[in-house]
C-alpha cells in the first residue's frame, strides 16, 4: 500500500506538487492523468525518492520512505521511465537483469527469471536475449522496459506514460500484457498516462490532477458519471462517455436468461464492443457463450440502458 499525505514538492517558489493525498490499495493500479506540466511525474518520482518532497510523508506499507534508503527502496520499486531507457550497449537479458545483479543473485537465477519474463512478454528468449536494443520494434523495446522494471518482483511498479510512444496497436497489446500480469503478480501500480482511454482501461482508481493538485481520485466508472469539476469533465470527455461506461463491464457480468438467432459472442467481451457488433450486424440480440456454453442472451435495449447516465 502507498500513502501519499499531503505532499508539497516546490521549486523556488512554485508548487509542483502542492498538497496531494492520495492512497493506492495492495495489488490495484492507480492511474495518474491530467494535462502536461499538472505534476504528475514529480508525484510519481517522489515515491521513489527521485525526488525529496518540500512538506508531508509517504508510506509504504506503514513505513515512511524517509526511513529507507533511497538505493534499498528503489530495488523493491520498479520505475518505467518515458520512452524506456535501456542502456544500448548491453544485451535484452543483461538490460532485464540489472537489478537482479545488483541484488547479487545467482547468475543461474538470473538466467533464468530473464528468460521467464521475456517469455512472458512474448518475446522468444532464443532469439531475444542475445540481441541488442537497437535490434527490436519500438513496441519490442518497451516491453523490455516492463520486463527490466518486474525482474526482481517488485511488490510497486512505477510507470510513466511508458506506451505513449506505441503506436495505437502495439499499445492496446501493451496494456493487454499490462493487465495480464497485474493481476498474475499482484504489483501494485501507479500509472502516470496523458490518455484518457488508457486510464479508463488499467485504472482501479483514477487520479486527476490539474496544477499540481489532486481534484478527484475514484474508480472510472465514478469519475465518468460524476466528475468532480468541469476541468475533469472536460478530460473524461462527454460525447464519448456513454461508450466509456460501457466498456468498463463485460457482458458475463450483465447477460440475461434466453437465447437468440446467429453466432454467439463470448462473455469475456466488453459491452462497447457488444453494442458496437450488434449495431453493425443490424441484430437486436446475441447469445452469449462461456467456456463453450450459451449462458443467456445479451440484447440491443438492454445495453441502451446500460450507456445512460447511472
Ligand atoms: P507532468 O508530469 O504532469 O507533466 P511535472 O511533474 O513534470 O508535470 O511538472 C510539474 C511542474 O513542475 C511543471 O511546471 C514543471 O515545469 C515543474 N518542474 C518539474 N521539475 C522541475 C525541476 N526540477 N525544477 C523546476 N521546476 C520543475
Ligand atoms: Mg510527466
Known amino acids: 500500500m502507498i500513502e501519499i499525505e499531503n505532499v508539497v514538492k516546490a521549486y523556488s517558489g512554485t508548487r509542483a506538487v502542492d498538497g496531494v493525498s492520495l492512497v493506492v490499495e495492495p495489488h490495484s493500479i492507480c492511474a495518474l492523468v491530467g494535462t502536461s506540466g499538472s505534476g504528475k511525474t514529480t508525484l510519481l518520482r517522489m515515491v521513489n525518492r527521485l525526488v525529496e518532497p518540500s512538506a508531508g510523508d509517504i508510506r509504504v506499507d506503514g513505513r515512511s520512505i524517509r526511513s ?25 537479458a543483461q538490460n532485464v537483469g540489472t537489478v537482479p545483479r545488483l541484488l547479487g543473485w545467482s547468475k543461474g537465477k538470473i538466467a533464468s527469471r530473464v528468460d521467464e519474463l521475456l517469455a512472458l512478454f512474448q518475446l522468444d528468449p532464443e532469439l531475444f536475449r542475445d540481441r541488442m536494443p537497437h535490434q527490436l520494434s519500438g513496441g519490442q ?29 502495439t499499445r492496446s497489446k501493451a496494456q493487454e500484457d499490462l493487465a495480464l500480469i497485474q493481476s498474475k503478480f499482484g504489483t501494485t501500480i501507479m500509472l502516470v498516462t496523458h490518455d484518457m482511454e488508457e486510464a479508463i482501461q488499467l485504472g482501479d482508481r483514477i487520479a486527476v490532477m490539474d496544477k499540481g493538485k489532486l481534484l478527484q481520485c475514484e474508480p472510472p466508472a465514478e469519475i465518468i458519471a460524476n466528475p468532480a469539476t468541469d476541468y475533469v469533465r472536460d478530460l473524461v470527455g462527454t460525447t464519448d462517455r456513454a461508450f466509456r461506461l460501457l466498456s ?63
Open 68 to 92: 529507507v534508503p533511497a538505493y534499498e527502496l528503489r530495488r523493491h520499486m520498479g520505475y518505467v521511465i518515458q520512452g524506456n531507457g535501456l542502456f544500448p550497449h548491453w544485451t535484452i
Open 248 to 310: 468498463l463491464s463485460r457482458l458475463a457480468d450483465h447477460v440475461e436468461p434466453g437465447t437468440a438467432e446467429g453466432d454467439a459472442f463470448n462473455a469475456g467481451m466488453t459491452l462497447r464492443n457488444a453494442y458496437s457488433e450488434l449495431l453493425w450486424a443490424r441484430r437486436s440480440a446475441a447469445p452469449v457463450e462461456q467456456n463453450g456454453k450459451i449462458i443467456g442472451v445479451i440484447t440491443l435495449e438492454r445495453l441502451g440502458a446500460l450507456a445512460a447516465r447511472p
Open 141 to 169: 523495446r518497451q516491453r523490455v522496459g516492463v520486463a527490466r522494471a518486474l525482474a526482481a518482483e517488485p511488490d510497486i511498479l512505477l510507470m510513466d506514460e511508458p506506451f505513449g510512444a506505441l503506436d495505437p496497436v
